[in-house]
């Protein structure tokens, strides 16, 4: 499934409308200047808009499923449309806006 590549810029968010921001991307390979994100690195989700029910909010994500033909550091990239799931909600998280120039199959 190709997707288009993401980097630290891009946008991520939780199923709640939370802002999700990689907490280690690869620097070694950048993508309009930018640093690419791995399924190595995790992403940390601030303003989960789950905080007032019972369920606790969105705090962290992984990708599970990225690029399987394009990798960084041996890891593969996330790309648009990649699987995930939040913790401790279970819920995805949505690639909104990336760049436009690499896609990765």
């Known amino acids: 499934m190709p997707g288009y590549a993401c980097t ?31 399924l190595t690195s995790t992403y940390t989700v601030a303003g989960c808009a789950l905080t007032g029910t019972q369920m606790p909010p969105c705090v962290t994500g992984t990708f599970m499923v990225g690029a399987t033909r394009v990798r960084a550091g041996g890891a593969p990239l ?28």
């Open 8 to 38: 630290v810029g891009s946008t991520v968010i939780c199923a709640h409308a939370g802002q999700a921001t990689a907490t280690a991307p690869f620097p070694r390979v950048k993508l309009g200047s930018q640093p690419a994100v791995t």
């Open 78 to 105: 996330v790309i648009q449309g990649g699987q995930s799931t939040c913790v401790p909600t279970g819920t995805p998280m949505q690639v909104i806006v990336t760049q436009l120039r690499v896609k990765a199959t």
